[in-house]
Every structure is written in structure tokens, then in C-alpha cells.
């Protein structure tokens, strides 16, 4: 199941305490202080791990704790340190505290795999009584205790990450045309809202360049308002470099559908809508042949001249024009 979305709490270790003691040892009755500090608590800590997809770990699993630290022992010995705790994420996430006042604290944006983040740090340990002897006081009764650490409230928000994001309405074919780019293989059928959660697939453009492009539901006029499915899955494509925008070739007005497509991304957010893009007519293949070239030429030039953006038409199926494709994106990727 994918989710993206999880509130979780965590709590790092507390301090082990310092303690007090006095060496004992044969022929020295009085010995000096002898108390060692306590360990210092694990810490909570969040690490990008690109083989975790999803925050189905966080949806149940709803308490992290790290180990507390360990008292320390006579003969100045320190108490071992607890254990830290790593919370392996999706790289992509985006991590918020909330604050008194139920407010959104941004923390991390983990991005890169392996990269690490403190999320809570491990109370400090406590002093034992040994770190207290002065020549006054050769025999300190007291240590301190290990610093306790309270719970954190997070937010865990996953965005997906990727070069390219599909947008078209339903049933436009956005995961037919994922399965014949990359290795991906979503769900694909002859009816609306076949895609329920996003996928990523790699494309590869030669043996050393790839890119990754991002498959979502289907939106249709009126998802800001919640139609359809809503803009809910919007934000898994608000970080790509580029969209590419897939409208039916046989759409009675693909001019008038892109308009659509694109005052839905604006109203969800207003910086999706300068995003470089492109626009593929998919399906060329139910286009009867000798119509093709009319259609193409007419459709072509008013992207051109009404919106600006290049356009060319493609068929997954009829494996038409997926190079030229695979291509005009890499080539559009490379030029930012
Ligand atoms: N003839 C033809 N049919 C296609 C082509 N691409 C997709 N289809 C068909 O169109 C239908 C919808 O394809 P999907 O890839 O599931 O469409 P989608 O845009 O992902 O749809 P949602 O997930 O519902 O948003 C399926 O029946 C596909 O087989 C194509 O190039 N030619
Ligand atoms: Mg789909």
C-alpha cells in the first residue's frame, strides 16, 4: 500500500544518571570518589533510504523511542550510551514538528540516500561524583542526573522524486505510456481512475542517462474543488523539473483540454504552472492514417502559438514516435 502521509511521535533517549561512589579497596579505608556519568540517551534519527517506497512503516507503528542511557558505576566507570533508533524513509520526505500551538515546523527535506538527520538528540548524561572532589571537598555526596527528553509530535509528508510528472485526464494513457518508457509496470485499464497511487519508473535514454518519471491519477476539471480524486495527488509531481502534459489525440478540443489541465495545476499551486513542459497527443494509432497529418498540423501550431509548447503525438501502443519522446524530455531536462 502506498501512503504518504504519517504522524508519528518520537522520543530520544534520556541521560543515564551520574552516581555516587566511593573507592573500597583493601588498606585504603577512605578512598576517593569513584561515581561515573551516566551514558548519554540515543537519538532519534531519520535516514533517506531510496529502496523504502512508501510510509506504510509509519501508518501503525506510531511511537519511536531510542534506549535511554545507562547509569554510570563505581571506579569512575561511564554508563553505555543507548542505542540511537533510524527511521528509514522515502527519499522525498519531508519532516514537520509541531509546535505548542499545533503550528508546522519544517525539520528535513530528506533527499538523498543514506543521508542522515537528527531528529531528537539523546539527553546528555549526568556527572558522577567523581567529577566533583575539590580540595575542600575531597568527598562529594552528590552526581547529577541524566537529562530527561520529552516526545516530539512529526509530520511525515512523502513528495515523490522525479525529473518528469504526467499530467492528463483519466484514461488518457499516463501508465501505458510509463510501462513502455521504464521497467514499471502500474495497473492500466479501458476506464476512468485506473491509477489509485502514484508510481515512479526510470527511463533510460542510453546506456548511462536515465531519468525518472512520475505516473499519478488522472485529474479532471474541478479537482480543486475535490473532483475526481482532488488535488491530492498532486504534490507527488510538484517537484519535478518538468511536466508532460498527455492528451487524447481523438479529444474533441486538446487545445481546450490542456487549458483544463493546466488552471487545475495553478489552482493547487500557482509554481506548478511555470514549470517548462510538453504535450503529447497519445493514441496516434486510433487516428485513422490519412487523417493523421491534418489533425497533427492543425493541433500543433496552436499549441505553438496559443500556449508556447512544443507538442508531438505519440502511441504507446502503436510504439509511434516513443524515442523522438524519450528524447525532446531528456533533452528538455538537460537544458535547465
Ligand atoms: N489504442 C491505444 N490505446 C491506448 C494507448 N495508450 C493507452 N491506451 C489504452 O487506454 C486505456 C487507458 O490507459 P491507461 O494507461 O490506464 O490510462 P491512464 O491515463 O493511466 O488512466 P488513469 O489511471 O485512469 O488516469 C487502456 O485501455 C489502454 O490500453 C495507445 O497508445 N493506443
Ligand atoms: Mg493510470
Avoid: W
Avoid at 165 to 188: C, D, H
Avoid at 236 to 261: C, K, M, N, V, W
Amino acid at each position: 500500500m502506498f501512503i504518504d502521509y504519517a504522524r508519528i511521535t518520537v522520543k530520544a533517549g534520556n541521560g543515564g544518571d551520574g552516581v555516587v561512589s566511593f573507592r573500597r579497596e583493601k588498606f585504603i579505608p577512605k578512598g576517593g570518589p569513584d561515581g561515573g556519568d551516566g551514558g548519554r540517551g540515543g537519538s532519534v534519527i531519520a535516514i533517506g533510504d531510496e529502496n523504502v517506497n512508501t510510509l506504510l512503516d509509519y501508518r501503525y507503528n506510531k511511537l519511536f523511542r531510542a534506549e535511554n542511557g545507562k547509569p554510570g558505576s563505581g571506579n569512575r566507570k561511564s554508563g553505555p550510551g543507548g542505542a540511537d533508533i533510524r527511521l528509514r524513509l522515502p527519499l522525498g520526505t519531508e519532516i514537520f514538528r509541531l509546535d505548542e500551538a499545533g503550528k508546522r515546523v519544517k525539520l528535513a527535506d530528506i533527499t538523498h540516500h543514506s543521508e542522515e538527520i537528527i531528529l531528537a538528540r539523546g539527553g546528555r548524561g549526568g556527572k558522577g561524583n567523581s567529577n566533583f572532589a575539590t580540595p575542600t571537598n575531597q568527598a562529594p555526596r552528590h552526581a547529577t542526573p541524566g537529562k530527561a527528553t520529552g516526545e516530539l509530535e512529526l509530520e511525515l509528508v512523502l513528495k515523490l522524486m522525479a525529473d518528469v510528472g504526467l499530467v492528463g485526464f483519466p484514461n488518457a494513457g499516463k501508465s501505458t505510456l510509463l510501462s513502455v518508457l521504464s521497467s514499471a509496470r502500474p495497473k492500466i485499464a479501458d476506464y476512468e481512475f485506473t491509477t489509485l497511487e502514484p508510481m515512479l519508473g526510470v527511463v533510460r535514454v542510453n546506456d548511462y542517462q536515465s531519468f525518472v518519471m512520475a505516473d499519478i491519477p488522472g485529474i479532471i476539471e474541478g479537482a480543486h474543488l475535490g473532483k475526481g480524486l482532488g488535488h491530492q495527488f498532486l504534490r507527488h509531481i510538484q517537484r519535478t523539473s518538468i511536466l508532460l502534459f498527455l492528451i487524447d489525440s481523438g479529444a474533441p478540443d486538446p487545445a481546450e483540454a490542456y487549458r483544463t489541465l493546466r488552471s487545475e495545476l495553478y489552482f493547487y499551486d500557482p509554481f506548478m504552472d511555470k514549470k517548462p513542459c510538453l504535450v503529447a497527443l497519445s493514441k496516434l494509432d486510433t487516428i485513422p492514417a490519412d487523417a493523421r497529418e491534418e489533425l497533427l498540423d492543425g493541433v500543433k501550431s496552436q499549441f505553438k502559438q496559443e500556449f508556447g509548447v512544443e507538442s508531438l503525438a505519440i502511441s504507446s501502443v502503436g510504439q509511434i514516435n516513443l524515442d523522438e519522446l524519450r528524447f525532446r524530455l531528456f533533452k528538455l531536462l538537460q537544458s535547465l
